[in-house]
C-alpha cells in the first residue's frame, strides 16, 4: 500500500517547512510501518520537493 501526503506549508520559510515535512513522514512511517510514504512540499520559489519512505523495503540486521 502506498500512501501520498502533500504538506502545505504554513511555515515562515523553506527550511522549517522541509522539517516539519520530515517530522510528519516520519511520524506516518512509525504508525504504518509496511507502507511506502510520499511527502511533497511546494517551497517558497514555486519549486517542489518530494521526500519518501518505504521502511519495509530496507534490510534490517540483528545480533
Keep these: 500500500m502506498k500512501?501520498?501526503?502533500?504538506y502545505k506549508a504554513t511555515a515562515t520559510n523553506d527550511i522549517e517547512a522541509i522539517i516539519k515535512a520530515q517530522e510528519?513522514?516520519?511520524?506516518?512511517?512509525?504508525k504504518q510501518p509496511f507502507c511506502k510514504h510520499t511527502i511533497t512540499v511546494e517551497l517558497s520559489?514555486?519549486?517542489?520537493?518530494?521526500?519518501?519512505?518505504?521502511p519495509h523495503q530496507e534490510t534490517i540486521y540483528t545480533a
Design 45 to 54: 520559489n514555486g519549486n517542489i520537493l518530494q521526500m519518501w519512505i518505504a
Design 3 to 6: 500512501t501520498r501526503t502533500i
Design 24 to 30: 510528519l513522514l516520519m511520524e506516518t512511517a512509525r
